[in-house]
């Protein structure tokens, strides 16, 4: 299970909750699920709040940033950053 936390700007894709929790599926058994499966799998369930967060190619839009455990994903992979059991991914919009 993977926690998706949410600005309050983003809330309105998901009838305003703060948090939407998705179940990301690993490739194989050998490793963990990344930030990029638990995007697919958000697309499935909330496809309008996505649509947000990667662009037209599949990639984390430039205006967004997102931290796991912590630490800016992009700096773990990007969307190749394994995620730990329950983690939680908090969904920022960039500052400028």
């Given amino acids: 299970m ?16 703060s948090e939407v929790k998705v179940f990301a599926v690993a490739a194989d058994t050998d490793t963990s699920p990344t930030l990029g499966s638990a995007l697919d799998m958000l697309r499935r369930t909330h496809p309008l709040l996505e649509e947000r967060l990667r662009d037209d190619y599949g990639r984390i839009r430039r205006h967004i940033s997102m931290f796991v455990s912590g630490e800016n994903a992009l700096g773990l992979g990007g969307l190749d950053c ?13 500052l400028v």
């Fill in 2 to 17: 993977v926690v998706f936390v949410l600005p309050g700007s983003l809330r309105r894709w998901v009838s305003g909750r």
């Fill in 82 to 94: 394994a995620l730990p059991p329950g983690a939680e991914v908090y969904v920022l919009p960039s």
